[in-house]
């Protein structure tokens, strides 16, 4: 089946630095992708919905400027956060339009700023 | 604004009996469905979609739907520990993204 494949799965980062995380679908075309944070037991909260070679479209209250993502290609899209601090600590994942019925989720990054 | 409403639970079950998790939602041009399953820690997986009125089986599972009451439930037979996670409904209006409910934990006790 359809897989989008996140890296990295984990990651703890200083306070003031930028992380970027990475999702590649396999072996489909994505369409469009869709970045969502999930605090612990939490719903899964839609960030921004890119399509490849257009700028995201990010949802209320989420800082553009602070969450950078780039949807290059149909295979790849990624997020970037900019000058991470404690607060953005979360699980964020990534998923995807084409690979088959609904979305295909990528497995996820939990993201530890300290 | 469309919304997806499930109970939060959690909703327990003994091992082997019959789950029942159920979903409304508010946009009635929705035209998709689907549940999706989480485990702790975990990106959630889809485990069925639903397109048209009726029931949906595959293995243990069944999807119900019924867009006339605006309702869409998941039953899980058998249920075994391993089932104990979240189960996420999902609803598509169509070019938009998917709607998610915010999750009903189930617990299968052995």
């Known amino acids: ?114 | 604004q469309k919304e997806v409403e499930q109970n939060s639970g959690p909703l327990s079950v003994p091992e082997g009996a019959i789950a029942s998790l159920n979903c409304t939602y508010s946009d009635r041009g929705s035209q998709s469905f689907f549940w999706y399953r989480q485990y702790s820690g975990k990106s959630p997986e889809l485990i069925m979609s639903i397109y048209s009125n009726g029931d949906k089986e595959d293995g243990r599972f069944t999807a119900q739907l019924n867009k006339a009451s605006q309702y869409v439930s998941l039953l899980i037979r058998d249920s075994q520990p391993s089932d104990s996670a979240t189960y996420l409904c999902a609803v598509g209006p169509g070019n938009t993204p998917l709607v998610f409910g915010k999750g009903t934990r189930l617990s299968v006790i052995a």
Request: aromatic content about 10%; hydrophobic content about 35%; overall charge neutral.
């Open chain 1, 1 to 114: 089946g359809a897989v989008v494949s996140q890296h990295p799965s984990w990651v703890i980062c200083k306070s003031g630095t930028s992380v970027k995380i990475e999702c590649r679908s396999l072996d489909f075309q994505a369409t469009t992708m869709f970045w969502y944070r999930q605090f612990p037991k939490q719903s899964l909260m839609l960030m921004a919905t890119s399509n490849e070679g257009s700028k995201a479209t990010y949802e209320q209250g989420v800082e553009k400027d602070k969450f950078l993502i780039n949807h290059a290609s149909l295979t790849l899209s990624t997020l970037t956060v900019t000058s991470a601090h404690p607060e953005d600590s979360s699980f964020y994942i990534c998923s995807a339009t084409g690979g088959g019925p609904g979305y295909t989720f990528g497995s996820g990054t939990r993201l530890t700023v300290v």
